[in-house]
């Protein structure tokens, strides 16, 4: 079946440090979805791709789409504390059962102040 | 607008009880989610309603666990009996229309089984 797969699991940074998450599907995505879970929170939708090849930014941010829909990657230029959390990516596929979310296990990431 | 209103926060109750969850999505969101967060893990999903019909429910342990949708608007997710190995936070979503659409999560409920 379909799987999304992340890397790091987990990621220590000095503040001022860059950060980068890997998120690698099994199969063509139609979609891919990022979200950030604070420590004791819930996940946080941060943002959708769709295109191949597709690059957004928020702030410090900047999400990528793979071209062949297969990967993608969340950096976050000059890490603050407040970037503490888990990242997320979650999948959706083309058709069928394959339309349903599927979400990696996650990036822990930890800022040293 | 509101968000997704989950209750209680917390519960912990002994091995073989039961517990029941509620969740009420964001009014108009057609598509609720329960999912299965174990520490350390990223959420895993339990049932997928589509208003008030069941279009997931794959990896929900059928013989302890039943959720239901019976209005399209507030759902209901029952562990009985409840094991160790269900202790978990339980979080609801919901979304506009398909599972592709942006999911909105609720605080969820932290079950401790004692």
Known sequence: GQQVMQIPQYQHV????????????????????????????????????????????????TFQFGEAKKNSSLHITATQTTDVGTYFCAGSGNAGNNRKLIWGLGTSLAVNP | EAG????????????????????????????????????????????QFQNNGVVDDSQLPKDRFSAERLKGVDSTLKIQPAKLEDSAVYLCASSPWTSTDTQYFGPGTRLTVL
């Open chain 2, 4 to 47: 997704v209103a989950q209750s209680p926060r917390y519960k912990i109750i002994e091995k073989r009880q039961s517990v029941a969850f509620w969740c009420n999505p964001i009014s108009g969101h057609a598509t609720l989610y329960w999912y299965q967060q174990i520490l350390g893990q990223g959420p895993k999903l339990l049932i």
């Open chain 1, 14 to 61: 000095q503040e001022g440090e860059d950060f980068t998450t890997y998120c690698n599907s099994s199969t063509t995505l139609s979609n891919i979805q990022w979200y950030k879970q604070r420590p004791g929170g819930h996940p946080v939708f941060l943002i959708q791709l769709v295109k191949s090849g597709e690059v957004k930014k928020q702030k410090r941010l």
